[in-house]
C-alpha cells in the first residue's frame, strides 16, 4: 500500500503540468497570443518604467510557468522580453526564464515516468536498445542537437531526455548554452516589436530560417554533431 502511494505521489507534478497544459491550450491561448500582447503593450512598458526589478521578477515567474506547464506562446514571452527590456538584458531574462521551465518540466518528467521507463529499456533488446545505447554515448552532442536545429520542440527537448534519464546537470548546461542562438534572434526582433505594432503589421517569426541566421546555427549544430561522426569514423576504422 505504502508502495502504491509513493508512485501516485511521484506522478503527481506530471499530472498538473500535463493537466494545466491542456487546459492552457483550451482556454489560454487567446489571452497568451500576439494579439494580447498589442493590445496591452503601452500598459506592460509603462509598468516596467514604474518599477524595473519587480516588472522583471513577475516577467521571469511568467516565462518559468509557461514553459514548465508547456503553455502556448513561448514563443510570445520571448518577444515580450525583447520589447520590454531590449536585447539586453531581455535576452538574459528570456534565457534564465526558459532553462528554469525546462529544468522543471525535466525533473517532473523524470520522477513521473524518466527512470522507469529508462530501466525498462536498458533491460530490454532490440532497436529501442541500440537507440538508447547511441544516444547515451553522445549525450552531450544530441543534446546540444536538439537545442540548436529550429525543427526540434522546445517540449521534445524538455521531455525527452528525461525519459532517457539523462542526468540533470547535462540537461541544464546543454539548455542554458543551446538555446542563446535562437533567443538572441527572437529578442531583436522583440526589441523591434513596439514599431511593428504601431504599425499593425505581425513580427517575422520565420527570420530565424533566414539564410544569414539559419546558417550560422547549422554551422553550431555540425560542430555539436562532429563528436557522433568521429566515434562513427573510429568504429569503423577499427572494425
Known sequence: MHQIGAKILRQVPLIVIVTVAVVGVVFLRPFLGFDALAAHHQALQALVAQNAVLAAVAFLAAYVVIVAFSLP???????????????????????????????????????????????????????????????????????????????????VANVLPALLNVPLNRFAITTLLGIVPGAVVYTSVGAGLGEVIATGDQPDLGVIFEPHVLLPLLGLSAL??????LRAFRRESRA
Open 73 to 155: 506562446g513561448a514563443t510570445i514571452a520571448t518577444l515580450a522580453g525583447g520589447m520590454l527590456f531590449g536585447l539586453f538584458p531581455g535576452v538574459l531574462y528570456n534565457i534564465i526564464g526558459a532553462t528554469i521551465g525546462a529544468i522543471a518540466i525535466f525533473l517532473a518528467t523524470r520522477l513521473g515516468l524518466g527512470e522507469r521507463l529508462a530501466a525498462r529499456v536498458d533491460a530490454s533488446q532490440g532497436a529501442v536498445h541500440r537507440l538508447k545505447q547511441g544516444i547515451d554515448e553522445n549525450q552531450w552532442s544530441v543534446l546540444f542537437l536538439m537545442r540548436l536545429v529550429p525543427v526540434v520542440p522546445f517540449f
Open 224 to 229: 555539436a554533431a562532429l563528436p557522433i561522426l
